[in-house]
């Protein structure tokens, strides 16, 4: 089992930066992928972005790219979302969740994550 919680959340003007953190705990980081996702409001969930733990090799969804930055601490089995000039379009709920993989097949694929925190809201004011 791993269980994660996440940090970090809150109200921001467009333009500006938050930082997310997951903190896990249950298992051996090394054998896990973690991803965040959000759901905005009416719409579905969806990919942000991915690290492979034993790795260090992260993805990101095209709409963060070069505004998002995800990144892990080993040694606090936390993993974070460094997020800068942020938008409107940004505001949702974001969640980290985790899977056994360290392949990069499928990851943004939410159905393929078996642990989920509990989520943060995220809102961005224009």
């Known amino acids: 089992q791993v269980q994660l919680v996440e940090s970090g959340g809150g109200l921001v003007q467009a333009g500006g930066s938050l930082r997310l953190s997951c903190a896990g705990s249950g298992r051996t980081f090394s054998d896990l992928t973690m991803g965040w996702f959000r759901q905005p409001p009416g719409k579905e969930r969806e990919f942000v972005a991915a690290i492979i733990w034993f790795r260090g090799v992260t993805y990101y969804a095209d709409s963060v790219k070069g505004r998002f930055t995800i990144s892990r601490d080993n040694a606090k089995n936390t993993v974070y979302l460094q997020m800068n000039s942020l938008e409107p379009d940004d505001t949702a709920v974001y969640s980290c969740?985790?899977?056994?993989?360290?392949?990069?097949?499928?990851?943004?694929?939410?159905?393929?994550?078996?642990?989920w925190g509990q989520g943060t809201q995220v809102t961005v004011s224009s």
């Open positions: 969740a985790a899977r056994r993989s360290r392949g990069g097949l499928r990851i943004t694929n939410a159905d393929e994550y078996s642990y």
